[in-house]
């Protein structure tokens, strides 16, 4: 991926300078700062493509907090969105589980439903577009423009026939249909039911049926076929497959105090990568991210469960890497990345305009020599400590472009951060957790 040689646009350039000043991924633009990472990449891209040849896929991203786990993360959300993918984003929590018996593991559906990006949403809360996106495709086709409410309805109904052969496709069906009467009888809280019923924010069937005359729910026992079922109408909506992205993979390995719901997510996951592995789903694939203690602590990690050692465990000589494991493990950048991610922030600043660099190259070595004389290897390990001082000088060059750039670097990184939170502790590396 030749990620230099793109034009950087104002508001790209905004995002970038904006949120790494503050130490956070940005949101936009992540191609202007890809350093190293080639073989991961790579390896993230062939997940793609499976996806959209109909295979499925699981993958896992271990690191140590800085080693660039979100930053990946997000540039494959990025990735699958322009490939035409949907993307499912939320984070494992103890309240956002794979299995619960209350209510927890509908809050992760709910959470994976409020996040929806796609190409016309990149930015998320994509779920409204898309439905209205594939009902207006539908209102235009041959044999159903012009049709009746009622004939609306019916044409919903028999275009999603496919899905009923899914768990929960039959009530799926009616509850698009619902939102379409809601639409065409302008019944805004008609909508809201609807959507309330696709997100898993019912907590009983009568109320359900009170609201929607839909005889079931999702519940807790249904998260991958609910998962299934999304993905299957998604493809029937246009789209290539369905991404599902899970971060803090420690929330189910070391945050669940309980030795049961331990186990019993483990096996969730372990059902889910088992289903992947032998083609009982399509156009679907998984994305997790945690720590290395999340994978190889002998008590709770994953691999104290021998199944998932098995199929998690690289085979790989010694001093290889196989990127067509289910696990990629990232290593901190090097000296020498982070003197390249230097010089694209720095592009990035100038909106590609080498005649507008506020340091030169001489100034970006000192700079780099300097923080590695007062960080050492944690610098390596956390640019984060790098970029924000970095991108600071830079915009005060850009307020003050008179001012000789040999005293600002002088000058910075007189006192070494701290971290006052635990929020603040964990931002590494671009937040890249």
Known sequence: MNTNKSEISAREQGAILTSLAAGLVPQLGLQHLVVGRKGEIQALAGDLDAIQSGGATFRVIIGPNGAGKTFLEHLDRDLAIQAGLVVLSADLTPHHRLHATDGRTRA????????????????????RPLLESWISGLAFEDGVQGASPEGMTRAISERLRPLKDYLGGFEFAQVLGRYYEGYANDNPALQDSAVRWLRAEYSTKTEARHDLGVRRIINDEELFAALKLFSAFCCLA????????????????HRLPDARARRANVQVLLNVINDCIQGDVSHLGFLLAGTPDALNDPERGLFSVPALQSRFQSCAPRGCVDYSSPVLTLEPLGKEDLLVLMHNVRRVHALGDTAKYRLPDEALEQFLMRVLARFGQKAVANPRDVLRPFVSILNILDQEPDRPWQDLITGALTDKPTSTTPAEATLANLNLR
């Open 108 to 127: 992760l559906y709910s959470s994976l439903m409020a996040n929806v990006y796609t190409k016309a949403c990149p930015s998320g809360n994509g779920l």
């Open 238 to 253: 246009g789209h290539r497959g369905v991404l599902v992205m899970l971060d803090e993979l420690t929330a189910l390995t």
